[in-house]
């Protein structure tokens, strides 16, 4: 297993006011007697006062058995973030209640803001499954197999790509999906595809665009489906990209 490694201060910084502004999902850990306690959380905001900064977090909750998160409360909290894991320790400070903008007010956490963040911590990215009344369907364009300029950027303006298909999202995270393919447009699922991925999160909403590879694929023989795990590539800082890991976040914390 590899040893975690301990993240420079002003980094740490960096990561907590991005964890902030995109809500980013956390595991809360706490401890009682030789019991650990598993909650979800996701973070809110950096509080900074004279003298001292913390952090607000959502109030915890559990599908399992549970503790109260009292004051004192020791408890470690994992998050994902830039294909990176992080984890830390903490105290709870206080129960407060946060203003989601436009909403009203929500239960939260005040808790201790991290002196040491380490990285290499849990699995990358968080994913929620897909259910099959609230379908995503994602419309995809193949990479490269147009000639011309525009070869390259298929489909991140105008969507060009002869070899189009639509595929059917059975998980997401922010680090990518897992898309369910008819058996009709397997031969566009051989890994190391590049593809150009548009879909939306919820009806009537604007069409989110991102750019993968697809990673592996597996044939279920009974249907002939191909479930393609596809990792997203973009890595530029355009405001459509931050748009679409903005939306995914908030998507995986509700």
């Known amino acids: 297993m590899q040893e975690p490694k301990i993240v420079s201060p002003s980094r740490i910084e960096r990561l907590i006011d991005l964890a902030c502004a995109y809500n980013v999902p956390l595991s809360v850990n706490a401890e009682s007697g030789d019991k650990t306690y598993r909650y979800k959380s996701r973070m809110l905001e ?33 998050f994902a973030l830039e294909q990176g894991r992080f984890a830390f320790d903490s105290a709870v400070l206080r129960k407060t209640t946060y203003a989601l903008s436009g909403r009203r007010n929500i239960a939260a956490l005040e808790i201790a803001y991290p002196n040491v963040l380490k990285s290499g911590q849990r699995r990358a990215f968080y994913r929620v499954d897909i259910p099959l009344r609230r379908p995503v369907d994602a419309e995809c364009a193949v990479i490269g197999d147009v000639a011309g300029p525009a070869a390259e950027e298929a489909g991140l303006r105008n969507f060009l790509s002869r070899a189009r298909f639509k595929g059917r999202t059975v998980n997401i995270s922010v680090g990518g999906m897992l898309v369910a393919i008819d058996g009709a447009d397997s031969k566009w699922s051989e890994v190391g595809t590049k593809l150009v ?58």
């Open 46 to 78: 950096k509080k900074k006062t004279p003298g001292s900064t913390r952090l607000i977090i959502d109030q915890p909750v559990t599908d399992g058995p549970a503790i109260a998160l009292k004051p004192k409360t020791q408890i470690a909290l994992f």
């Open 197 to 254: 991925l548009q879909f939306s999160l919820a009806r009537d909403e604007t069409p989110l665009r991102l750019k993968g590879i697809i990673r592996r694929a597996e044939t279920k023989p009974s249907t002939e489906e191909v479930r393609a795990g596809i990792e997203f590539i973009d890595t530029a800082e355009t405001f459509e990209y931050k748009r679409a890991i903005n939306r995914l976040y908030r998507f995986i914390a509700e």
